[in-house]
């Protein structure tokens, strides 16, 4: 697999950088994950927008306009076409490499930049019956306050994943002190109850996905289904009818066991095909 560094292109095992980038001593940079289906890109536009905010939220140089960026990371992805169908690009931006390891931000000193591609599985099939279930445990949101920025120092997210999968669960799902549901350790999530689909409002406890984003446009603009932005207790997130996360990996997938207990009657829903259709056809 060919990776990208800072205007280099090379053999992703080959690729170094230095113990004193920040990005290794600090967590201090900002991070992208883009899909790519048989060369096309979903979200594109809105992940290059997100990483270009993030950097200018902890001042970290941006040396690309959004269409650089476009064209550098499709390239990428025609470079390593052979690597298969479908691909995600891990884009990583670090502040860069200091003389000592000293906490201001330095000046002049460079950004590292950092792309790989990556193979990610087929979408799943629109089929309630064939589609990958998943099952989540619950546990109190203890990372930062700051979770709309996607920060490379993922230590907080790493914990509560791997409260989930030690437990033999795929996921982590998030609650805050007053037990309002945030989002999971790697996606966000919706509840559906009555029909109406809802997720937590966009702020400072939650990462802005993106497919979250295209869900709720795509959802909107069609117009058949009841969907909203708001508060959500725990106490309605276990007592929902269904329950999907959302990420550039996993799209919507829908989970069917929470803590041990069935979501809804324990079987895919059929909302989250109605919401899987509309999103599908309208992601690229
Ligand atoms: N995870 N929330 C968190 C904490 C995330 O890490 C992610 C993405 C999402 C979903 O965002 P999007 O729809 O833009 O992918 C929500 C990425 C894929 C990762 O770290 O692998």
Same mark, same amino acid.
């Given at each position: 697999?060919?990776?990208?560094?800072?205007?280099?292109?090379?053999?992703?095992?080959?690729?170094?950088?230095?113990?004193?980038?920040?990005?290794?001593?600090?967590?201090?940079?900002?991070?992208?994950?883009?899909?790519?289906?048989?060369?096309?890109?979903?979200?594109?536009?809105?992940?290059?927008?997100?990483?270009?905010?993030?950097?200018? #939220?902890?001042?970290?140089?941006?040396? =690309?306009?959004? !269409?650089?960026?476009? %064209?550098?990371? $499709?390239?990428?992805?025609?470079? /390593?076409?052979?690597?298969?169908?479908?691909?995600?690009?891990?884009?990583?931006?670090?502040?860069?490499?200091?003389?000592?390891?000293?906490?201001?931000?330095?000046?002049?000193?460079?950004?590292?930049?950092?792309?790989?591609?990556?193979?990610?599985?087929?979408?799943?099939?629109?089929?309630?019956?064939?589609?990958?279930?998943?099952?989540?445990?619950?546990?109190?949101?203890?990372?930062?306050?700051?979770?709309?920025?996607?920060?490379? #120092?993922?230590?907080?997210?790493?914990? =509560?994943?791997? !409260?989930?999968?030690? %437990?033999?669960? $795929?996921?982590?799902?998030?609650? /805050?002190?007053?037990?309002?549901?945030?989002?999971?350790?790697?996606?966000?999530?919706?509840?559906?109850?009555?029909?109406?689909?809802?997720?937590?409002?966009?702020?400072?406890?939650?990462?802005?996905?993106?497919?979250?984003?295209?869900?709720?446009?795509?959802?909107?603009?069609?117009?058949?289904?009841?969907?909203?932005?708001?508060?959500?207790?725990?106490?309605?997130?276990?007592?929902?009818?269904?329950?999907?996360?959302?990420?550039?990996?996993?799209?919507?997938?829908?989970?069917?066991?929470?803590?041990?207990?069935?979501?809804?009657?324990?079987?895919?829903?059929?909302?989250?095909?109605?919401?899987?259709?509309?999103?599908?056809?309208?992601?690229?």
């Amino acid at each position: 697999s060919i990776s990208y560094l800072n205007g280099e292109y090379q053999p992703l095992a080959e690729a170094r950088i230095s113990p004193l980038d920040r990005g290794f001593l600090f967590g201090d940079g900002i991070y992208e994950v883009i899909p790519y289906y048989g060369g096309k890109s979903v979200g594109l536009m809105p992940h290059i927008n997100r990483m270009i905010n993030g950097l200018a #939220a902890i001042e970290i140089k941006n040396s =690309h306009t959004a !269409e650089e960026w476009k %064209t550098l990371l $499709d390239d990428l992805v025609e470079r /390593n076409a052979d690597m298969g169908e479908n691909l995600g690009v891990y884009v990583h931006i670090s502040r860069g490499t200091d003389v000592k390891r000293y906490h201001p931000y330095p000046e002049n000193v460079e950004p590292t930049i950092f792309c790989f591609c990556f193979g990610i599985k087929d979408p799943e099939p629109l089929d309630r019956s064939a589609v990958t279930q998943y099952s989540l445990v619950s546990t109190e949101d203890l990372r930062w306050q700051r979770c709309h920025i996607k920060s490379t #120092a993922l230590l907080g997210n790493v914990m =509560h994943f791997q !409260e989930g999968y030690s %437990t033999g669960a $795929d996921e982590a799902l998030l609650y /805050n002190a007053n037990n309002e549901l945030t989002e999971g350790s790697s996606c966000n999530v919706f509840v559906v109850k009555d029909g109406k689909i809802s997720t937590p409002i966009q702020d400072n406890q939650i990462l802005p996905g993106i497919t979250r984003r295209i869900i709720l446009d795509s959802l909107k603009s069609d117009g058949n289904l009841d969907v909203e932005e708001r508060i959500i207790t725990m106490d309605e997130v276990r007592n929902a009818d269904e329950l999907w996360i959302t990420s550039s990996s996993k799209e919507i997938a829908p989970v069917t066991k929470l803590d041990g207990q069935p979501v809804g009657n324990g079987e895919v829903g059929e909302i989250w095909e109605q919401a899987f259709k509309v999103y599908t056809a309208s992601k690229f």
